[in-house]
């Protein structure tokens, strides 16, 4: 009797998600609540193994409360750069406190690429773009490789390069095809306000003192009644995103262009 064909194993290499997946999810959930859209996806695993990234600024804190309130364990990635402001150290260890959520996740910078490209620690300075790159872009990338997808906290009317942001994207960093899901997409800033109101969470302590958006602190500055929310992030640059969110990675300077500090 002749044996039966092995089964050959097959290596799954394509993308986890495909932008026609992305496109049939923001269907499903079009006009659905956030709450129920967020349940839905951590309870049914439509995301595949998920995580949270959160910046703990202005209005982390809602995007994490909503999470808690259905799945507590999800991962929370928090971009530990080395240049935050005190406070926002501070207010981080308060709301994962006060949500009783565990699984803090701090990604710091790879040491041997500060020592090469940032040694002196002022690199924000005259290449913001490669501060980022290296602080947040490279940590970020290495921690998603055992992820499907994550949950970011952007809203589109936090600036005008977020304008119509969608609440299911593939995220273009890589190729890998990860799923990236914005709950809070089409939420306004008087909801945020509100649901703060609602729940009693307690504010980032800069918020009051005029910061409407925060990163680290030598590349955020206060915001004027009337400007754009996210108009006091590297203030006189022609740049309006970290990079973690950009198709890509920021480049490194050309050779001999990098000052001596």
Not at 30 to 42: E, F, K
Not at 169 to 195: C, F, H, S
Request: charged share 25%.
């Amino acid at each position: 009797m002749a044996e039966p064909a092995r089964r050959i194993d097959v290596l799954r290499t394509g993308p986890r998600f495909t932008a026609e997946q992305a496109e049939a999810l923001n269907a499903r959930f079009a006009g659905v609540p956030t709450i129920a859209m967020l349940r839905a996806v951590l309870r049914e695993g439509l995301a595949g193994d998920l995580a949270a990234v959160s910046s703990f600024g202005a209005e982390s804190a809602v995007l994490l409360h909503l999470i808690a309130s259905i799945d507590r364990s999800v991962p929370v990635l928090f971009l530990d750069t080395g240049k935050h402001f005190p406070e926002t150290l501070a207010y981080r260890d308060t709301v994962m406190k006060r949500l009783g959520m565990p699984n803090l996740v701090n990604l710091t910078p790879n040491a041997d690429a500060l020592a090469a490209r940032d040694e002196s620690g002022l690199r924000w300075s005259y290449d913001p773009d490669g501060c980022c790159e290296i602080r947040k872009v490279q940590p970020l990338a290495a921690a998603l490789t055992h992820f499907d997808a994550t949950i970011t906290g952007r809203k589109g009317f936090q600036s005008g390069t977020r304008a119509g942001l969608q609440r299911f994207e593939i995220d273009r960093t890589d190729a890998a095809g990860r799923l990236k899901i914005n709950p809070l997409a089409d939420w306004t800033g008087d909801q945020i306000a509100a649901y703060f109101a609602a729940t009693g969470l307690p504010a980032h302590p800069l918020v009051e003192q005029g910061y409407p958006s925060i990163g680290c602190s030598p590349c955020t500055s206060k915001v004027a009644p009337g400007e754009d929310p996210r108009s006091g992030r590297w203030r006189g640059w022609d740049k309006t995103e970290c990079g973690i969110h950009v198709d890509g990675a920021a480049e490194e300077l050309p050779p001999g262009y990098d000052p001596a500090f």
